[in-house]
Nanobody, 124 residues
Framework: QVQLVESGGGLVQAGGSLRLSCAAS????????MGWFRQAPGKEREFVAT????????YYADSVKGRFTISRDNGRNTVYLQMNSLKPEDTAVYYC?????????????????WGQGTQVTVSS
């Protein structure tokens, strides 16, 4: 398994931006597809964005498309989630996840390792 540590969460006003980072412990990090998921209070965890092992393919939930961007730096063993034009409904704990199969996926069962999460709160 890969150990994942998220950072970059916090409190931001609606319309603002945040950049989440997820650092992975295992090499070669480049073998893994990576994903971001989120869980709001009282709701199930949901897919946000995913990127394949090479960084060539990305896929987003409709709710964040055009506002969020996932990227990765395999040399730094890190994946990022740039979040712009944030809305109060984006408030959630955001989780980073790694999938050994290497292909981008929106399905939680494809992911083998999960981080502890970082809180994002968007005020109106």
């Amino acid at each position: 398994q890969v150990q994942l540590v998220e950072s970059g969460g916090g409190l931001v006003q609606a319309g603002g931006s945040l950049r989440l980072s997820c650092a992975a412990s295992r090499r070669p990090f480049s073998n893994y597809a990576m994903g971001w998921f989120r869980q709001a209070p009282g709701k199930e965890r949901e897919f946000v964005a995913t990127i394949d092992w090479a960084g060539r393919y990305t896929y987003y939930a409709d709710s964040v498309k055009g506002r969020f961007t996932i990227s990765r730096d395999n040399g730094r063993n890190t994946v990022y989630l740039q979040m712009n034009s944030l809305k109060p409904e984006d408030t959630a704990v955001y989780y980073c996840a790694a999938a050994r199969q290497g292909h981008h996926s929106a399905a939680q069962y494809d992911y083998d390792s999960w981080g502890q999460g970082t809180q994002v709160t968007v005020s109106s």
